[in-house]
Nanobody
Framework: QVQLVESGGGVVRPGGSLRLSCAAS????????VNWYRQRPGDERELVAS???????SFSDSVKDRFAVSRDSGKRLVHLEMNSLKIEDTAVYYC?????????????WGQGTQVTVSS
């Protein structure tokens, strides 16, 4: 069974930084693409960043140039580094892995970690 666990959320002032981490059991994050989503109150969950099974990354326009995604291969973690945080970045952040299981794509999600940007 795949379990994902996010950590590192908290409260930060506008312009500040946070680093989120995603850890997994039942799956090797070093061998899988990992996505970071966020969900603001009242909004749908949105994809903000991805890292391929290698090191290729992609970002939504809203976070491009402010967020970075990286792997700690030794610890089998994926990090979301968030800089120049804005109030509108306030959301619950989730890591996600999609895998083929037979003929189906299965999504695995963590429980989420709250990020609050407030002055």
């Amino acid at each position: 069974q795949v379990q994902l666990v996010e950590s590192g959320g908290g409260v930060v002032r506008p312009g500040g930084s946070l680093r989120l981490s995603c850890a997994a059991s039942g799956i090797d994050l070093n061998s899988n693409a990992v996505n970071w989503y966020r969900q603001r109150p009242g909004d749908e969950r949105e994809l903000v960043a991805s890292i391929s099974s290698g090191t290729s990354t992609s970002f939504s326009d809203s976070v491009k140039d402010r967020f970075a995604v990286s792997r700690d291969s030794g610890k089998r973690l994926v990090h979301l580094e968030m800089n120049s945080l804005k109030i509108e970045d306030t959301a619950v952040y989730y890591c996600n892995v999609q895998r083929w299981v037979g003929a189906e794509i299965v999504d695995s999600w963590g429980q989420g970690t709250q990020v609050t940007v407030s002055s």
